[in-house]
């Protein structure tokens, strides 16, 4: 009787694990495989050049390469230059223009992540 109980109990495991793998199979996330994100390097990433500064709140990121994603979204544009900060699920995108927040909030959906908010950020660095 025990041993049956045992079994079960694995099977639900079995079961719940390979639910969550599909599931990051089916979202494209790096967890799913071995899909490194080779970032992309800005043209300039001095921020003292940059004299706009949003920070953008985002959805969805999980790992490293979906922080790379954000950032090569931004960095391989002219005049931009993004860092993002995982653990706080945020983006500090410097701008050598100004850029309203629909661009910033697009450039961020195009890159697969959900836009949580975007904050102008006045003479901080």
Known sequence: MGTAVIIVILIVIV?????SY????????????????????PADSDVKN??????VRI??????????????A???RDGFYAKVD???KTADVYMKN???TALIADIVRRSGYEVL??????GER
């Open 22 to 41: 599909m599931k990051k199979l089916a979202s494209g996330c790096c967890g799913a495989g071995e899909d490194k994100v080779k970032k992309i390097k």
């Open 117 to 122: 908010g975007v904050e102008t950020i006045e």
């Open 86 to 88: 995982l653990s706080k």
């Open 74 to 76: 931004f960095n391989g």
């Open 98 to 100: 100004p850029a309203d």
């Open 50 to 55: 940059y004299p706009c500064h949003k920070k």
């Open 15 to 19: 079961i719940f694990s390979v639910k």
């Open 59 to 72: 959805g969805g990121m999980t790992c490293k390469n979906c922080a790379a994603r954000v950032e090569n």
